[in-house]
């Protein structure tokens, strides 16, 4: 069975930092292209990082550079979303998903995990 398990989320005062994890199972993550998404409340999913199997190339959004940074631990079979200088406004359920591609350039995220909170609040 294919499964991505996100963890990691919770609630973190403005300014404070988080780590997510993607624990991937039933597949080996090192041949994926690893996206994490959030979608927050009344608005649409949006992609907030990725890191491409092959060349370990790595796109962020644009809302989340400097902040946010994106890894694989491939031993470990799991992915990583660390998360600084937390924002209100990153308030959102976090997924994770994998593609069967090299690249995250047109790729088609088919396996999705159960997402995990986060929210922002003093």
């Known amino acids: 069975q294919v499964q991505l398990v996100e963890s990691g989320g919770g609630l973190v005062q403005p300014g404070g930092s988080l780590r997510l994890s993607c624990a991937a199972s039933?597949?080996?993550?090192?041949?994926?292209?690893i996206g994490w998404f959030r979608q927050a409340p009344g608005k649409e999913r949006e992609g907030v990082s990725c890191?491409?199997?092959?060349?370990?190339?790595?796109y962020y959004a644009d809302s989340v550079k400097g902040r946010f940074t994106i890894s694989r631990d491939n031993a470990k079979n799991t992915a990583y979303l660390q998360m600084n200088s937390l924002k209100p406004e990153d308030t959102a359920d976090y997924y994770c998903?994998?593609?069967?591609?090299?690249?995250?350039?047109?790729?088609?995220?088919?396996?999705w995990g159960q997402g995990t909170q986060v929210t922002v609040s003093s």
């Open positions: 998903a994998a593609a069967p591609t090299t690249d995250c350039v047109g790729a088609h995220f088919g396996s």
């Open positions: 039933g597949f080996t993550l090192e041949y994926y292209a």
């Open positions: 890191i491409s199997s092959s060349d370990g190339r790595i």
